[in-house]
């Protein structure tokens, strides 16, 4: 099992930069692959971009793709999401989550282990 804890949202103007992380408990962090989803209000939660346990593989939505980098120190434990060209339309809660899947898994359901969330705001 794996523990996930977010750290770094905020507020922060359009066209600006935030960098999340995700700091997981456990000695099996290296064998998850590690997505980040976001949840605004009264939308469900949707995919936003994943790294592979070996950080070999990264994907992304559509939405962010191009804006958007994963990336992972599996030595600290550590995954994060580098957000740049960030947009009003992106303010939501994020969430780091944890995967045994291989493959390119992009469901909620596809996870076992999630954070606690860490709130983005992106002012106009």
């Known amino acids: 099992q794996v523990q996930l804890v977010e750290s770094g949202g905020g507020l922060v103007q359009a066209g600006g930069a935030l960098r999340l992380s995700c700091t997981a408990s456990?000695?099996?962090?290296?064998?998850?692959?590690m997505g980040w989803f976001r949840q605004a209000p009264g939308k469900e939660r949707e995919f936003v971009g994943a790294i592979s346990w070996s950080g070999d593989s990264r994907y992304y939505a559509d939405s962010v793709k191009g804006r958007f980098t994963c990336s992972r120190d599996n030595a600290k434990n550590t995954v994060s999401l580098q957000m740049n060209s960030l947009k009003p339309e992106d303010t939501a809660v994020y969430y780091c989550?944890?995967?045994?899947?291989?493959?390119?898994?992009?469901?909620?359901?596809?996870?076992?282990?999630w954070g606690q969330g860490t709130q983005v705001t992106v002012s106009s």
């Open positions: 989550a944890a995967t045994p899947l291989a493959g390119r898994p992009t469901r909620t359901t596809d996870y076992t282990n």
């Open positions: 456990g000695r099996t962090f290296s064998r998850y692959a």
